[in-house]
């Protein structure tokens, strides 16, 4: 796809800007939806929230005072003339000149309207919609529409839908669709343009999905393993607990599939703390009495550490040979790692995805696991299949995703559902909090921190100069005033997978007592002593993601408690008080996602759709999941699709 340099108008620092917003070509740039669309419609001067038009009377005055600013004009409206008053926007008064018409849209009270934004045209009365878009730093909505629309006028746009359900469903053409989400004139038009964007979606998605469905059941003649129950009992009488109903409803569905000559190709799909790891592990023991090798794959080198701790520590007398292959592994350590794996005295190896790709050779690779799946696209599921030798493959994920919706985007696999929690976890204690409250939560903090415990503190940002809502720069200084006695650690998707690692590592080591971090710290990581987390600006994230996050704490039989900080919405937020199910908080997100905003929010790995919501899309998704299957029965009439299925799924 086309260079982002071929936009006129966008030059190398604009290019830095969008590769921020994970736009790096042509294609990216003009999927790039607006989040929400901001409507305007003309409203009296009595309305709680007014928009109206005038015309400017007075020439502005401003006054300043302790840093701050106010600007004031007189405004005629018809026939009367009331006062404006806005703050810090002094830079406005060279464009509010006497004489102009103007958009004013705030509060009015006692002859004055007090504005919280001022439009430098005249709405009349006609609704303007406006698109809004997730930005960075230096990148106006303006900006970003012209961009796209710059975009748009001067390139081709590749339309995937094939011609025969074009024609079917009436669809408008792509790039008309395109200029309709970004420039919307009519409701009606709109909708039918998201419609046909979102079905383009979800049709490449499920030929995906499809193709591989077809692909395992030609290809799913695998071996036969042997279930040694006796060592295998033993080896779970050995852990510290007792397995949950789920954990071994689960085993067993796992067990009959290396039984049978098929290739095993299911996903464990598990609230988090549910205990996933042990089945992965108590599996790949079962492959090491078969004499085949497992590999064990996480996300993230901290997440796969851990792993490889744990692993070590169960299989500590026993002939099981574990390593552990990672970033910072040295070359010579990694060559010899290499040749025993090779040479097959290694029983279990334990990486970062970088595992299957890296030019790794095994002696009799019999199971590859991939935890946190739901990281991960459909494309990395493709490749897995192809190491070794007819290797089953096992994928553990916490996107606890209602059944219905999980047969069809996860069709290709078999599921197992852990439900049932180990015993003697306490209810994560959550409150929301209004962030006036704040007094006492440092309260709390520091009797968890005085006990010894640790604590996590999430932001969605990193740094926000901008607004007032919180950033972890800002968090950072507040916090090493209140806990100057306490180490303070930062964590953060920029930063290197390095640096990562080690603040990561050191509060592990109870090195640091509080961690301060964006969502990168979601990734199943497992540290017992942290008993609290509180979130701020929480009304931000999806209750699904809160879910995620909260259960950092509470991993052991500690009392954990979860403060979502937040100054608005807490209707929502209050759900997560009274659930604990992350069934029903994803089901309770399915309903409320997108009910404010036009689109959902974006999210990561097999759902990463742009447009489309599962749950409110789900008809349209069963309606593609037909659509596709009857093309990708001839697909070789449509080389175009053919060519995207190869690239992603048949790469060998
Ligand atoms: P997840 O499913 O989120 O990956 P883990 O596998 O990390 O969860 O398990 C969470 C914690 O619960 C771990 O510390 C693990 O040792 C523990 N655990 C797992 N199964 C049980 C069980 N049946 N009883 C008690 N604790 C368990
Ligand atoms: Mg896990």
Known sequence: MADLSFVKGIGKVTIEKLNKLDIYNLEDLITYFPYRYEILKKTSLYDDKVVISGIIESNPTINYFNRKNRLGFRLRIEDRVINVVIFNRAFLKQHLLVGKTITVIGKYDKNTLTASDIKLEDIGDKTKVTPIYHLVKGLTNKNMNNYINSALSSSYVIDYIPEELVDRYDFIDKKNALINIHNPKSSELLNKSIYRCKYEELFLFMLKINELKNKNSLMNKGYSKEIDLEKVKEFISSLPFNLTIDQEKTLDEIFCDLKSDKRMNRLVQGDVGSGKTIVAIISMYVMKLNNYQSALMAPTEILAHQHYENMKKLFK????????????????????????????????????????????????????????????????????????????????????????????????????????????????????????????????????????????????????????????????????????????????????????????????????????????????????????????????????????????????????????????????????????????????????????????????????????????????????????????????????????????????
């Open 317 to 652: 007398d026993m002939d099981v040979n574990v390593k552990e292959i990672l970033g910072s592994t040295s070359k010579k350590e990694k060559d010899e790692i290499k040749k025993d794996l090779l040479d097959g005295k290694i029983d279990m190896i334990v990486g970062t995805h970088a595992l299957i790709q890296d030019d790794i050779m095994f002696n009799n690779l019999g199971l590859i696991i991939t935890d946190e799946q739901h990281r991960f696209g459909v494309n990395q599921r493709a490749n897995l299949r192809n190491k070794g030798n007819m290797p089953d493959v096992l994928y553990l994920s916490a996107t606890p995703i209602p059944r219905t919706y999980a047969l069809t985007i996860y069709g290709d696999m078999d599921i197992s559902i852990i439900k049932t929690r180990p015993e003697g976890r306490k209810e994560i204690i959550t409150k929301v909090k209004n962030n006036s409250e704040i007094k006492s939560v440092l309260f709390k903090m520091k009797e968890e921190l005085e006990s010894g415990h640790q604590i996590y503190i999430v932001s969605p940002l990193i740094e926000n100069e901008e607004s007032d809502d919180e950033d972890i720069k800002k968090l950072y200084r507040k916090f090493s005033l209140a806990f100057k006695n306490y180490n303070i650690g930062i964590l953060h998707g920029k930063m290197n997978q390095k640096e990562k690692d080690q603040v990561m590592n050191k509060y592990i080591e109870k090195e640091i007592d509080i961690l301060i971090s964006t969502t990168v710290i979601e990734v199943g990581v497992d540290v017992k002593n942290a008993t609290m987390m509180i979130i701020f600006d929480a009304y931000k994230f999806g209750l699904s993601t809160l879910h995620q996050l909260r259960g950092r704490v509470g991993r052991n039989d500690l009392q954990s408690y979860c403060i979502l900080m937040t100054d608005r919405e807490t209707e929502r937020l209050n759900i997560m008080e009274k659930v604990s199910d992350g069934f029903v908080l994803a089901e309770e997100d399915f309903k409320l996602r997108g009910s404010g905003d036009l689109f959902g929010t974006r999210q990561s790995g097999d759902m990463n759709f742009k447009l489309a919501n599962l749950r409110k899309d789900y008809d349209l998704l069963l309606k593609v999941k037909d659509d596709s299957n009857e093309i990708l029965k001839k697909i070789s009439e449509y080389p175009l699709l053919k060519g995207i299925i190869c690239d992603s799924i048949n790469k060998d």
